[in-house]
């Protein structure tokens, strides 16, 4: 009674979206059996979508957590911990398949603490060391958040949106390389969860009068066709000349705050 039960439909779905995204050819890249035809589109249309899973999860914690009062030891001890022995266990699992498929690996604490400490084990498990990396920063992330108003959500989201979303169309029809700006923000265990906040802390919703509300769904739903319209025919055009499977996350973004 306590959950919010959008929270948990929005986890729920986050995970299918997982599932799907790490399904090869039977789902995300069904297109390379698909060529053409309504199969083909929507195959192009599920892949955009799906690629938001990520984004939700982080922005679902920035909604969770970022408002907590908590100790950097109740941090490091109930949240950090628990996350760095997740990173442990699951890739000792790994560590001992991937030396039963090849034993000239060698199987040793020395070899495998190495790996652990350096690598990610297997790819997928790069989401695991970007939420160590949200959580060692989430008394900082905290204070961020609270001291932000309004204004600065907004600005930083139309900062991404233009070098994420908007100048990567540019430039693939100007014909040159991305923009030379490296903006720390915009990484995914920072930004998303800041996004989170802002959307139930600051902007509240649920806090609207009804005809707000609808006049804002109006508009948030917009945006947010209109982010899949160009997503799904970057993503096409990319495919179809350059043969790169690329989404652009400014476009994904969008999505991710219309879901």
Same mark, same amino acid.
């Given at each position: ?26 789902? &995300? ?7 053409? =035809? ?19 999860? *982080? ?10 009062? #908590? ?34 690996? =060698? ?16 790819? &997928? ?8 990396? *949200?959580?060692?920063?989430?008394? *900082? ?9 309004? #204004? ?5 989201? =139309? ?45 509240? *919703? ?17 945006? =947010? ?14 495919? #179809?000349? &350059? ?17």
């Amino acid at each position: 009674n306590q959950k919010k039960l959008y929270i948990e439909v929005l986890r729920i779905l986050a995970i299918l979206m997982v599932l799907y995204v790490h399904s090869g050819t039977r789902a &995300q890249h069904h297109y390379m059996v698909e060529s053409s =035809g309504i199969s083909y589109y929507i195959c192009i249309i599920l892949l955009c979508i799906t690629r938001t899973c990520n984004m939700l999860f *982080f922005m679902i914690s920035g909604t969770l957590l970022l408002h907590k009062e #908590e100790s950097i030891r109740t941090i490091l001890v109930h949240r950090v911990l628990r996350m760095v022995l997740i990173i442990m266990i699951f890739g000792l699992i790994q560590y001992y398949f991937n030396y039963r498929e090849n034993p000239i690996i =060698g199987f040793s604490m020395d070899v495998y603490f190495k790996i652990v400490y350096s690598s990610r084990i297997i790819e &997928q498990y790069w989401f695991l060391h970007a939420y160590l990396a *949200f959580l060692l920063l989430l008394p *900082f992330m905290r204070f961020i958040a609270r001291s932000m108003k309004k #204004e600065h959500f907004l600005y930083l989201s =139309g900062l991404y949106l233009l070098i994420e979303g908007i100048l990567p169309i540019i430039e693939r029809v100007w014909d040159n390389q991305r923009i030379a700006i490296d903006i720390s923000l915009n990484a995914i265990e920072i930004f998303f969860p800041l996004i989170g906040y802002y959307l139930t802390k600051v902007y509240d *919703f649920e806090g609207l009068e009804k005809k707000k509300k609808v006049k804002d769904l109006a508009v948030i739903n917009i945006f =947010g066709a209109v982010a899949l319209f160009l997503c799904v025919r970057e993503t096409k055009l990319l495919l #179809e000349t &350059q043969d790169i499977l690329m989404v652009y996350n400014g476009l994904l973004f969008v999505m991710a705050i219309t879901i």
